[in-house]
């Protein structure tokens, strides 16, 4: 029977993809496996180079722009952004979607001044914010584009003078975008890009003006930039498996086949959230994720707990439903590689509870 896998992340991974790497791994053929080769040898150099041209024709970026696969995760970035582009003299700004762009502004206060331009905390984070007017002399502005926990997304992304950063670790390439508006793309891989260990970064030259040497070096784009992501150790495995997972989005038809492909299963999935007498989204319908449907129940349910729906689903092979602690309720997750039949399959489910208990 199968699984259907709605995790938030790490989470699901294309079964030819778990396929390929599986046969990387165990496979002697090339002489080593794929995970016990050097990262200064050529072979390991060229799974490297792959992955970033991918990531640049993904994304269609202009020339100015360098990709980087760097460690330490979407986290990493919350402090490596404002060391990189922010001074003590000198505000950034965030529009404050819930917690990760909360704790990339804290981070971003041990380097300068950080400050929520726009926040939607008073109503639990379930809408995006709309027209902030920054500030000219900014440093840059923040947003999170897509809310993992709250399933809010940016359908239109903020135009600003100053450089854009974007914390994409939720919804990188799940849909076509001008990456070129951006300063800054970053995103963890475990999401929408891979298994975790890795974090792609897309920058753009013209906006690292510190001075080369003037912060540790590890943390100096500037560094990965000179070396082409290989100056320290990178994560050899994680990256790989970003490389196939970029190869498998560009054979199946690349973004604008994946952005139809997640709105067909997130409109099927909201459809009947609405029509279940039940269930209510949280967030706006104009906010709504492509990648991460928020709900709960309706106020009236209360002779079943959330736990019970959980486990109706978990006994129909549907898993990594529970929503996460500060909105409580059901978090359905679906990323590029869910197939539509999975959300079938909890629409169906969400039916037949509620016959069963509405
Ligand atoms: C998952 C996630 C992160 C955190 O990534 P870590 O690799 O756990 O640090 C950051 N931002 C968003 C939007 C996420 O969904």
New binding site residues.
């Given amino acids: 029977m199968a699984i259907h896998n709605f995790y938030?992340?790490p989470s699901i991974i294309d079964a030819s993809i778990l396929e390929t790497a599986s046969n990387a791994i165990r496979s002697r053929e090339d002489l080593l496996s794929v995970i016990e080769i050097s990262h200064r040898s050529v072979r390991f150099g060229e799974i490297m180079e792959e992955a970033r041209s991918l990531v640049r024709e993904l994304a269609q970026l202009d020339d100015d722009f360098e990709v980087l696969f760097l460690q330490?995760?979407?986290?990493?970035?919350?402090f490596q952004v404002p060391f990189n582009l922010l001074n003590f003299n000198q505000v950034a700004y965030y529009i404050n979607t819930g917690s990760?762009?909360k704790?990339?502004m804290h981070e971003a206060s041990f380097f300068g001044k950080a400050e929520a331009i726009a926040s939607s905390e008073s109503t639990n984070f379930n809408f995006i914010p709309k027209s902030a007017p920054v500030p000219e002399n900014a440093a840059y502005l923040h947003i999170?584009?897509?809310?993992?926990?709250y399933g809010t997304q940016f359908h239109d992304i903020p135009s600003v003078d100053a450089p854009l950063v974007a914390?994409?670790?939720?919804?990188i390439f799940c849909r076509p975008l001008d990456y070129n508006r951006f300063g800054l793309v970053y995103?963890?891989?475990?999401?929408n890009a891979g298994t975790?260990g890795a974090?792609i970064v897309m920058v753009r030259k013209s906006i690292l003006k510190k001075a080369p040497g003037s912060i540790p070096t590890m943390v100096d784009y500037q560094t990965h930039i000179k070396k082409q992501s290989l100056y320290n150790t990178p994560p050899t495995f994680a990256v790989y498996m970003s490389l196939l997972t970029l190869r498998w989005l560009k054979a199946s038809g690349g973004l604008s086949h994946f952005v139809q492909h997640n709105e067909a299963k997130s409109n099927a999935i909201y459809a009947e959230i609405d029509r279940n007498s039940m269930f209510v989204g949280h967030a706006l319908k104009e906010d709504r994720s492509i990648m991460?449907a928020v709900f709960t129940f309706t106020p009236e349910v209360n002779q079943v707990r959330e736990n019970d729906f959980v486990a109706f689903c978990e006994a129909r092979n549907i898993i990594g439903l529970k929503g996460h602690s500060s909105v409580g309720g059901f978090r359905a997750s679906m990323y590029n590689a869910l197939p539509l039949e999975s959300v079938n399959a909890l629409v169906d489910t969400m039916q037949d509870f509620e016959k069963q208990f509405g």
């Fill in positions: 938030a992340g330490g995760g979407g986290r990493q970035q919350f990760w762009a704790q990339a999170t584009t897509n809310n993992t926990i914390d994409m670790s939720s919804d995103a963890a891989t475990q999401k975790a974090t991460n």
